[in-house]
C-alpha cells in the first residue's frame, strides 16, 4: 500500500485501547507540559498583535483560546493557540527531529472541543495520533528537510493537526488521505524567522491549517493521492533525502512519542546543555560581569548553525544564542521566563559577559545534548564542567514533579493562582473527562 | 541595501502616476482576463465544497466572492475568490516562470476592496505592484524552485498578495518588510496536487495567507528582517539556485507585467501548442475515432514531465494531459470549458482517440510553446502541423476583443447575460472608477 494511504488507513482505524499505558501516559505529561506552555504565553506580546489583528475578521466567537478571556472561531482560535504555546520556546521536542510536535496539534485540539463535545478519550487519543504523524512525517525525513532550512515544527506540524482533526471529525480513508495531501501542500515555515514572533507563527499557522484541511477533506475537496511520497510530494520537494519507511514501520504497535522530551528552560534546545553547564558552575556564587575574565564554550556544530548571534536586544532573539546561555547561566543562575526579557538581554553585567567574555567553538566531538565549558574568573581560578545529557533530554527526562512546577510557574501567568491546581489536576486525568470543556473551562481566565 | 528591503521600499514608495501607460494597458487586459475567469468558475464543485466547509468558520459576512451571492469575511473571501479564478486553469501565465500571477494578487484585492472603500486607481496600482512581485520572486528563482516541484502560483503567489495588500493598507516600510517576511513563511503549494482540487487551492490559499500577512504586519507582528535573501529564507530554501538581482534590478523603471500572457484554453499552458496544432489540423473536418489511425506528437521534454496521464476519467485531469490535449483537438475541433468537464473525458471518441491512437515523443529541439504534430487517418491520409509559437503567447498574444469574448463565455455563468457588457465595461475602465465596489457589484448575481 501506498505510504500515504497506509498512514491514513492506520489513523482511520486505530482504537485508543490498542495504544499502550505507556504512551498514554507519556501523552498526558506532554498534555500537561503544553497546556502550561499555552498559558505561560497567552498574554505575549506575538498573541495581542495576532488578536488585534485578525480578531476583527473572526467567524462566531465561539471558541477558546486557553489562557485568554476572549473567544475566536476555531481556526483562529487554533492559530492563537499555537502562537501562544510556541512563543516562550518552551513546549516539548523530539529529539530525532527537532520538532516541536505538541504546538500545532493540541492547539487544533484545543480550538475544536471548546465548541464541540469531545470526551477526553477521544481527544488523548487524536493526540497521540496527530503527535505520532508528526514525528514519522519528521523522522523520514530528517535531516534533509531541516538542513535545508525548514522550520519543521511548521513545515510538518501541520500534518500532525490534520490527522488529529481528522480523526475526531471521524474521516474516512479516502477524506483522511485528502486531509493529510491538503495539509501538505500547506506546508511551511522558514528558520530564518528565528528570532522574531515569526518563529511562533509557525505552529499556529500550522495548527490553523491542518484543521482547515480537515474541514476542507471532510465536505470532498480533493488533493493528489499521493502528497508524501508522489514524485512532486513533500518527502521530494523539501527533503533531498528521506526514507518513507519510517512513516509507516511499526506503525500502531512501535509509538514514536516515547522519544518525546520537555524543556527545562524556554529557549532553543541545543544550548539547553550550556545552560545547564553553566548554572551548576555557577552553583552557591554571585558572579557579576567584572569577576569573568573569560569563557570557552565547546559545542556542536550545529548549536553555531542555529544559534550564533552575540549582540542582540530582544529576549527573543536570546532563545537562539548560546552567548546568552552562558551568560545568564553564570549570571543569573538560572533560565527562566525572565531571562529571556528584552530587559534581560539588555542587562549590563549579562550583556558584557555575553558579547565580551563568552567565545565558542564548534567541535564535531560534542554530542548535541553535550558541552564543555571552561571559565577564566578575574580572581585567576579555572573552572570546568562538561555537560554529557542536559537535563531534560532523554537521557535526563524532567520529572512529573518538575513538569507540575513548570505548570505552576506558567499558569499563574494567565489565570488565577487558585485555579492551577484544579487546571494541573484536570491535565493529569485528561483521558477520562466526559467533556474536554471541563479542562478548558479551567485554563481559561473568567470572562471580563 | 538589502533584496526585501529594496523591494518592500519600492512598494511603499511607488505611484501610480510612475507606471507607464504600457503597463497600465496590460493590468486592464490581465484583470479582464481574471474577473471572467472568477465568474467562469465560481459555481465550480471546488468552490461549493469550499464554501460548505469553510462557511461556518467565516467571520461578518460583509465581503463578495466574484460571481456569488454569498458575502463572508475578507480573508475567506480572498481564499474563495483564488479557488475560482484558477479552476478552470484559464487565468494567465507569465512564461518566465509559469506563475499565474493575477489570481493570488487580484483575489485578495477584490476581497479587501468589497469591504473597505478603494479607489480604481489605487486598486489598479496595488495589483500592479502585488503581479510585478510575484513575477519578480519568481524570475529570481525559476527554474530551481519549480522544478524543485513547487506550484509557484501558490508557493510564490503569497508575495504578491501581502504586496498589494499592504499596498491598499498603507503600511510603512518595516511593516511592509514583514508583510513580505510572513508571506515568504507561509509559501507553499506542491505540484503533486495537479489534477485535483488541491491545484486551484494555492491560488486561493495565497491571497488569503499574503492578506493574512499584511493585517499581521500592520499591527507590528514581526517576521525576519531578511525572508527572502538570508541563508534560511525562500529563496535558499526552495531554490538551490536563484539569482536576487532579478528581485531588484531595474524596480520602477522595468514592468516584467509586460511579460504576461492569457489563456486561450482551460488547461496547462504546456499542452496550448498541441491543442492549437490539432484543432488546425481538424478545421473544416468531423473526425471520429475510427477515422483517426495514429497521432504522433513531438513535443518539449517539460510537456510529458507534466502532462504525461493517458488514463483519465475526470475533466481536471484531463487539463494536464497532453493526450486528451490532442484528442479533444481532433474531434471536437475546440477546446473550451466544455472539454475539460467529466462528461468529455469519458466520451468513447476522445477517450478511444485519447488513450489509444496518440503517442507522444519528448524532444529537447522542441520549444514549449511549439509543438509537431503527424495523424495518420484511417482512409491513408497523412497530415502534419507545425507549430512554433501557440495562440495566446508573447508572440501570438490574444487581442482585446478575444479576451472580451472569453469574458463573455465565462461570465455568463455567473450573472445574468444582460448584465455581462456593464461589467466588462467596467473592468476596461477600472482605473478611472471612484470607488471599486460599483464594479463588485457588477460581477456578483442578485442576493438570493
Same mark, same amino acid.
Given at each position: @500500500? ?7 488507513? /492506520? ?45 476583527? /475578521? ?13 473567544? !475566536? ?13 510556541? *512563543? ?16 500545532? *496539534? ?35 525525513? /530528517?535531516?534533509?528537510? /531541516? ?38 501542500? =500547506? ?5 530564518? @524567522? ?6 511562533? +507563527? ?15 477533506? %471532510? ?6 493521492? +499521493?502528497?508524501?511520497?508522489?514524485? %512532486? ?31 527545562? !528552560? ?13 548554572? =551548576?558552575?555557577?552553583?552557591? %556564587? ?24 552575540? =549582540? ?7 532563545? +537562539?544564542?548560546? !552567548? ?31 558579547? =565580551? ?40 527526562? @524532567? ?7 513548570? !505548570? ?27 467533556? @474536554? %470543556? ?11
Amino acid at each position: @500500500m501506498d505510504p500515504t494511504k497506509q498512514l491514513a488507513s /492506520y489513523l482511520v482505524s486505530s482504537r485508543l485501547a490498542d495504544v499502550p499505558a505507556d504512551v498514554r501516559h507519556e501523552a498526558h505529561r506532554a498534555l500537561v507540559n503544553i497546556v502550561g506552555c499555552s498559558l505561560g504565553g497567552a498574554r505575549e506580546p506575538a498573541v495581542e498583535i495576532a488578536m488585534r489583528a485578525l480578531g476583527p /475578521y473572526s467567524g462566531k466567537p465561539e471558541a477558546r483560546v486557553l489562557g485568554r478571556a476572549e473567544r !475566536f472561531d476555531p481556526l483562529l482560535a487554533s492559530l492563537l493557540n499555537g502562537i501562544a504555546s510556541h *512563543v516562550h520556546d518552551y513546549d516539548d521536542t523530539t529529539p530525532s527531529n527537532y520538532i516541536h510536535p505538541s504546538s500545532p *496539534v493540541a492547539s487544533a485540539l484545543f480550538a475544536h472541543a471548546s465548541v464541540h463535545p469531545v470526551t477526553g478519550a477521544d481527544f488523548l487519543h487524536a493526540f497521540i495520533l496527530g503527535v505520532e504523524t508528526v514525528t514519522r512525517v519528521g523522522d523520514a525525513t /530528517y535531516p534533509a528537510h /531541516y538542513e535545508a532550512g525548514w522550520h519543521s515544527t511548521g513545515s510538518i506540524g501541520v500534518f500532525g493537526a490534520a490527522a488529529a482533526i481528522g480523526k475526531l471529525l471521524g474521516l474516512p480513508l479516502q477524506n483522511m488521505v485528502w486531509a493529510i495531501g491538503l495539509a501538505a501542500t =500547506q506546508g511551511a515555515g522558514l528558520r530564518e @524567522m528565528f528570532g522574531s514572533m515569526g518563529k511562533a +507563527f509557525h505552529p499556529g499557522r500550522s495548527a490553523q491549517a491542518g484543521h482547515l484541511a480537515a474541514l476542507l477533506a %471532510r465536505e470532498g475537496f480533493t488533493s493528489g493521492e +499521493f502528497p508524501l511520497e508522489g514524485p %512532486r510530494g513533500f518527502a521530494a520537494v523539501t527533503a533531498r533525502e528521506h526514507d518513507l519507511a519510517k512513516l509507516t514501520r511499526g506503525l500502531g504497535t512501535e509509538f514514536t512519542f516515547l522519544g518525546n522530551t520537555y524543556k527545562p !528552560f524556554p529557549c532553543g534546545i541545543v544550548i539547553h546543555p550550556t545552560i545547564d553547564a553553566c548554572m =551548576q558552575l555557577a552553583a552557591g %556564587r554571585k558572579l557579576g560581569a567584572e569577576e569573568i575574565a573569560a569563557v570557552r564554550l565547546r559545542v556542536a556544530p550545529l548549536v553555531l548553525d542555529l544559534c550564533s548571534k552575540k =549582540q542582540i536586544s530582544k529576549g527573543l532573539e536570546g532563545k +537562539f544564542s548560546v !552567548f546568552h546561555a552562558a551568560a545568564i547561566g553564570l549570571v543569573r543562575g538560572r533560565a527562566g521566563l525572565r531571562e529571556f526579557t528584552d530587559e534581560t538581554a539588555n542587562d549590563p553585567d549579562v550583556k558584557i559577559v555575553r558579547e =565580551q567574555r563568552v567565545t565558542a567553538t564548534a567541535d564535531p566531538g560534542v554530542a548535541e545534548d553535550a558541552v564543555r565549558v571552561e571559565v577564566e574568573l578575574a580572581n585567576g581560578e579555572h573552572l570546568e564542567k562538561t555537560v554529557d545529557h542536559a537535563i531534560g533530554n532523554l537521557g535526563r527526562p @524532567m520529572t512529573d514533579r518538575e513538569l507540575e512546577e513548570k !505548570f505552576h510557574d506558567q499558569a499563574v501567568l494567565a489565570i488565577p493562582a487558585d485555579a492551577v491546581d484544579h487546571a494541573l489536576a484536570l491535565c493529569w486525568k485528561l483521558g477520562e473527562l466526559d467533556d @474536554m %470543556r471541563r479542562l478548558i473551562d479551567a485554563a481559561v481566565p473568567a470572562e471580563g
